[in-house]
């Protein structure tokens, strides 16, 4: 190859005077080397041999190489096609792992997937038999309990459990709802009413005579809330649930019999 710095002389043909020959130096043009070949982060190859012919890839001196196993293979990666045609790849999860999970969000999972149950409901006088306007109606519910559940995953584990904390009872038909505290009282039919008292019942103003199969459409609903409880000492509170039923309720009209007698 010509260094750089080497001088030619030009003679040039007008230029002779006085029989001297004048000179002029000139730097002669280094021949054009290929660019030498690179490899990015990305794993894009750059440059070329001579004569045009693609080059090995081999990562420059500033480039990292592509992570690999032991045996000089690449590590498992995953690629997908993005807009333009070009591909974005990530290292895949290593086989045989789960994702990490913190126990707030496997508790969040279990409390989607606990089944809780919709409230089972009694009422007296029995749906059998038509309520009375301006008599109480009593509403319990019969399976009033805490439900627990257990999940684990990813060598984390939790416990929730879900507790009922309040009835709603909606009559239907625009009435007014009323809400308690508890499961209600159950009726004690060998007792005299007098001497019973409830939290949980219903007086209905006006009988279901106009109301669709003459009975009011009575919705009661239980409200849930819950707790849970990690692995790792943690714990806390999770969001209301609410689960509900609706039956039928028929209200009549109390009538009077007046007879006149004779004279």
């Avoid at 001088?7 to 280094?30: D, H, K, M, R, Y």
């Avoid at 239980?222 to 714990?235: H, I, K, L, N, Y």
Wanted: net charge negative; proline share 11%.
């Amino acid at each position: 190859m010509a260094k750089a710095a080497e001088e030619v002389n030009v003679v040039s043909a007008a230029a002779l005077f006085s029989g001297t020959i004048l000179t002029q130096t000139a730097a002669a043009t280094p021949p054009h080397d290929p660019i030498p070949p690179s490899l990015n982060k990305e794993g894009y190859g750059f440059g070329a041999e001579e004569k045009g012919n693609p080059s090995a890839l081999h990562p420059g001196p500033h480039d990292e190489p592509l992570p690999s196993d032991d045996s000089g293979q690449l590590a498992p990666h995953e690629c997908e096609t993005v807009p333009g045609d070009a591909q974005v790849c990530k290292l895949s999860e290593p086989a045989g792992e789960a994702p990490k999970i913190s126990p707030a969000e496997l508790a969040a999972t279990e409390w989607k997937k606990l089944p809780i149950p919709s409230p089972v409901v009694r009422t007296a006088p029995p749906r059998r038999a038509d309520g009375l306007v301006g008599l109480p109606e009593w509403f319990w519910v019969t399976n009033w309990r805490p439900r627990t559940g257990r999940a684990v995953a990813g060598g984390v584990w939790v416990q929730v459990t879900a507790s009922p904390q309040s009835m709603t009872i909606d009559p239907g038909s625009g009435e007014p709802v009323s809400r308690c505290a508890g499961p209600g009282a159950a009726y004690d039919s060998s007792r005299a009413a007098a001497s019973q008292r409830t939290d949980c019942s219903y007086t209905f103003t006006r009988s279901s005579l106009h109301q669709p199969d003459h009975a009011y459409r009575v919705r009661v609903m239980v409200t849930w809330g819950g707790a849970w409880v990690g692995s790792d000492g943690s714990g806390g509170a999770l969001p209301p649930l609410g689960r509900s039923t609706t039956f039928p309720v028929r209200v009549a009209e109390a009538q009077g019999l007046y007879t006149r007698g004779a004279t």
